[in-house]
């Protein structure tokens, strides 16, 4: 059995991963900060892995083949900017030099759509839908965060390590719970986000079930890709009811009939399809 140990386990998409996991046949081992429920499926281990000491004696002790790193402070200016930074900066970094001490196979690590700089005043995309070569242009703590993790993988893939690093950008990870009514992390509910466009726009009305995120994460932890490769993870459709020619600003290049953001790498390289959709999901959503 192999033991897999996923980071911020607790979390919205922590708790997906740690079924899809388990699921898989997988010994899960969640690690979250004192404090923090343990997520169903997985043996808790309570620890703030920014302490570089701490952050070696967990994955020593667990000797996990398979890493998903996903905790984080996972909401753009919800802690001081210098705060949240260095938090973020601190976790992927210790989980990652961790994972390749005790020799993990594979490592994924969470990063997020909002590196390409959208939500900026002014921004504009190069062209639609976006993809994983569209250049980023992070604006805000966040992003650059999430920039930086993904540069710590590609920096792995560049020594040649035995360990082989994946990164997920995960649209708006929505949970059984909030398609039925639950607020989602912004506080809003699918309903809202749907009824009043703008909400939803200030993300390219991207998102993703949970489930489907996860699915997507544990073929990461088993691909036989090269190490370092990014990939969106977004719905196959936009949270909205009308089409994005009729949303996004019109000095956009043309967009495109289904979402803003592309997911064919992860469909050519991983065969990988998201399964679920608000329109078969939302409780208030057409059937």
Same mark, same amino acid.
């Given at each position: 059995?192999?033991?897999?140990?996923?980071?911020?386990?607790?979390?919205?998409?922590?708790?997906?991963?740690?079924?899809?996991?388990?699921?898989?046949?997988?010994?899960?081992?969640?690690?979250?900060?004192?404090?923090?429920?343990?997520?169903?499926?997985?043996?808790?281990? *309570?620890?703030?892995?920014?302490?570089?000491?701490?952050?070696? !004696?967990?994955? $020593?002790?667990?000797?996990?083949?398979?890493?998903?790193?996903?905790?984080?402070? *996972?909401?753009?200016? !919800?802690?001081?900017?210098?705060?949240?930074?260095?938090?973020?900066? !601190?976790?992927?970094?210790?989980?990652?030099?961790?994972?390749?001490?005790?020799?993990?196979?594979?490592?994924?690590?969470?990063?997020?759509?909002?590196?390409?700089?959208?939500?900026?005043?002014? @921004?504009?995309?190069?062209?639609?839908?976006?993809?994983?070569?569209?250049?980023?242009?992070?604006?805000?703590?966040?992003?650059?965060?999430?920039? +930086?993790?993904?540069?710590?993988?590609?920096?792995?893939?560049?020594?040649?390590?035995?360990?082989?690093?994946?990164?997920?950008?995960?649209?708006?990870?929505?949970?059984?719970?909030?398609?039925?009514?639950?607020?989602?992390?912004?506080?809003?509910?699918?309903?809202?986000?749907?009824?009043?466009?703008?909400?939803?726009?200030?993300?390219?009305?991207?998102?993703?079930?949970?489930?489907? $995120?996860?699915?997507?994460?544990?073929?990461?932890?088993?691909?036989?890709?090269?190490?370092?490769?990014?990939?969106? *993870?977004?719905?196959?459709?936009?949270? +909205?009811?009308?089409?994005?020619?009729?949303?996004?600003?019109?000095?956009?290049?043309?967009?495109?009939?289904?979402?803003?953001?592309?997911?064919?790498? +992860?469909?050519?390289?991983?065969?990988?399809?998201?399964?679920?959709? @608000?329109?078969?999901?939302?409780?208030?959503?057409?059937?």
């Amino acid at each position: 059995m192999v033991t897999a140990l996923v980071t911020g386990g607790a979390g919205v998409l922590g708790r997906a991963v740690v079924r899809a996991l388990a699921d898989a046949g997988h010994h899960v081992v969640s690690v979250d900060l004192p404090g923090t429920a343990g997520p169903d499926g997985a043996d808790a281990i *309570a620890a703030d892995l920014t302490d570089t000491e701490r952050a070696r !004696s967990v994955l $020593a002790e667990v000797g996990p083949a398979m890493v998903v790193h996903l905790a984080a402070i *996972a909401v753009p200016f !919800s802690r001081p900017e210098t705060e949240l930074l260095r938090t973020n900066l !601190s976790l992927a970094h210790n989980v990652c030099e961790a994972a390749v001490a005790v020799g993990a196979g594979s490592v994924v690590l969470a990063s997020s759509p909002t590196v390409m700089g959208y939500g900026r005043p002014g @921004w504009r995309p190069r062209y639609l839908p976006l993809d994983e070569d569209h250049p980023v242009a992070p604006w805000h703590a966040y992003a650059l965060s999430k920039v +930086a993790t993904e540069q710590l993988a590609a920096m792995y893939a560049r020594r040649g390590e035995r360990t082989r690093f994946a990164v997920v950008r995960p649209g708006y990870v929505i949970s059984p719970e909030q398609w039925a009514g639950a607020p989602t992390q912004d506080g809003s509910t699918i309903g809202e986000r749907l009824a009043d466009p703008a909400i939803a726009a200030r993300s390219l009305f991207n998102y993703v079930d949970a489930r489907d $995120a996860a699915d997507l994460v544990v073929r990461l932890g088993d691909a036989d890709v090269p190490s370092g490769e990014v990939f969106f *993870a977004c719905a196959a459709d936009p949270l +909205a009811r009308a089409p994005l020619a009729d949303l996004l600003p019109r000095d956009y290049p043309a967009p495109p009939a289904g979402p803003a953001f592309s997911i064919d790498k +992860a469909a050519r390289l991983l065969g990988w399809r998201p399964g679920r959709s @608000w329109r078969t999901e939302f409780a208030g959503g057409p059937r």
